[in-house]
């Protein structure tokens, strides 16, 4: 398993460092703390019934190393726990706000799930929900821009059930066998909702898989954002090369619940998340840039209370906006609205108080 | 003009969109050297390369998918299932992905993929080479399904659904790929979506068909007219969104309707057009809505043709509306 960064934030021996300017690295950090604290807020105003889900990605912000890897015409296909990706390719974080309250400005039009998001000019798919179909597609741009020749690569993230999924085997076998340029990025972060992992392959690890498919697999230590981004980095430079594809499997954990309706107290130990929370990816990354003297804990503090009061503002504003307006419930189906849809909304209109 | 059948025809747009737009890729199983099973890629490979006519593993939901994600990039990706019996694994990426795509990305995210494949019975294929699912597609919000069932019609619709922005299913009726030609332009030439075409006219009553059934419709429409019945036959084209103008006006007319397909009668598309009509025109209809359509069972083998409608049984309800 590749790893940089040991837990007290020390570059791991025999391991190099990657050279990464220091406003960059604060910048992922920055990130981190972001979507952690999308985490906290989010799961509050679900639980007083202000938005109607939650999603959460805390534990998986190691993810962001892997985006970092990209460049801004690559392409990003999200699975579900990748909002720093987004905020990283430059999504207004006020968007996600937007977003989360499904108000008249969210791109979305207020038709997802909240945490099911995309954006079209960050190249940041628009997921579903149905696990794993996401695999294949990605597999099928990266082969779009491989004949494009316009040397773009594809990351599209998923989670350790998944790989049990259809898609996975068919996005693993035609990206091998066009050789696309394509990141296939496994966040095995250990569950699937209750599923643990070895109810989910008899295989020793999900990494092996890569070997049956012909394609280029690594292991890295998923908590480890220097990690993952240069496993991401290597992997990109094999894609540009024309070298195909990449299988990443990150190790991590999810020490949320998988949504705000989930209890996990049902299937797994405490003791188990405890032990995870010391691999905590923002605490060892912190530890990292302190040590580096890019961060103090004066300015760490500032910058939690920073993103707690700035959060804090946008949903103060977010919740304030109106629902999008009913003729969006008959846009985007078609390009044009067929007769039967024209029909179909002036009768819901007689009964819409909107 | 060229003397074309409609499995010629479907080749002739595919080769002249590709010629026209290398962005068109065309993928699937055994497409490429081989030309495809029914020859409807058939040149095509040796003419455009193998970067642009994939010859893919075994997947169908593979090919779609990989379609799906090349469409997001602009590419016009045009598959070819081989049956459309071997649809279903695919049914994901069409239901939940491809049908979608623009509407959960709030428009920003468009996949106009268009998928080709042969379907229907009456080439002795038994269970899983002859079924007829187009109901299923029809029910989806976001698709359109086209279903040709004539060579002009076959490369004017199949160039209308490859230069459409939203996803086209796009069923060819085997049973009739080389059953017949007809005179097809060379030029580039569409004929519209959406559009259905009155393939007869006649007063008495209106016969609603498409694909393979039209032609058993037409020989049922001049039985009929031996016994002094005028059908006027209409020609769905697209059976999803349809032409509603085109069937109000006839069976305004005629008073009198029967549809005629070749899918499990219940929730077929004929309970669909009988709804349709009986919501919109009762107080026009002379008699009741008739289906005649293929049985309640699995598509059989050796008693197809006791299967599926005859010009004798859509004569019967003919008579039977006309007498009513
Ligand atoms: C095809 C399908 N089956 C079931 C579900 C319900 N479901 C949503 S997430 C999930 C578990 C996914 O686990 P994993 O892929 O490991 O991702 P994680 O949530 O752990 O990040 C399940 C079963 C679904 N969304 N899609
Ligand atoms: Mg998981």
Partial sequence: MRKILNLDGSIAKNTEEPIIPNDELLH???IMVQIRTLDTKGIRLQRQGRVGFHIFTTGQEGHIGIAAALGSDDWVYPAYREHGAALLRGLPLEDIIHHLFANDLDTQKGRRLPGLFGEKNINFVNPSAPIGTQIVQAAGTAYASKYKKDGNVVAVFFGDGATSSNDFHSGMNFGAVFK??????????????????HQQTAAEKIVDKAIGYGIHGIQVDGNDILAMYQVAKEAVERARNGEGPTFIEALTYRLGPHTSSDDPSRYREDSDVENWKNKDPIVRFKKYLI????????????????YDNLINELIDQASKRPLPSIETMFDDVYETLPWHLKEQLEEVKKYSNR | MVELNIVDAIKYALEQEMDRDKDVIILGEDIGKNGGVFRATQGLYDKFGPERVLDTPLNESGIIGFAVGMSLYGIKAVPEIQFIDFIFPAFDQILSELAKFRYRSGGQFTCPVVIRSPYGGGVRG?????????????????LKVVVPSNPYDAKGLLISAIRSNDPVIFMEPKRIYRAF??????DDYTVPLESAAITREGKDVTLISYGAMLHITMDAADL??????????????????????????????????ISVTEAPKTAGFGAELSALVAERWIEYMEAPIIRVAGYDVPFPFVLEHDYMPTPERVLDSIRYVYNY
Wanted: proline share 6%.
């Fill in chain 1, 180 to 197: 696309t340029p394509t990141l296939f990025v496994c966040m095995n972060n250990q569950w699937a909702i209750s599923v643990p992992l």
């Fill in chain 2, 181 to 186: 030609k007809e005179e097809v332009p060379e």
């Fill in chain 2, 126 to 142: 038994a269970h899983y080479h002859s079924q007829s699912p187009e109901s299923l597609f029809a029910h989806t919000p976001g």
């Fill in chain 1, 28 to 30: 992922w950090y920055e």
């Fill in chain 1, 291 to 306: 040590k580096k003297g890019i961060l103090t804990e004066d300015q760490d503090k500032e910058m939690w209370d920073h």
């Fill in chain 2, 224 to 257: 009929a007219s031996e016994e002094g019945i005028d059908c006027e036959v209409i020609d769905l084209r697209t059976i999803y969104p349809l032409d509603i103008d085109t069937i109000e006006e006839s069976v305004k007319k005629t008073g009198r309707v």
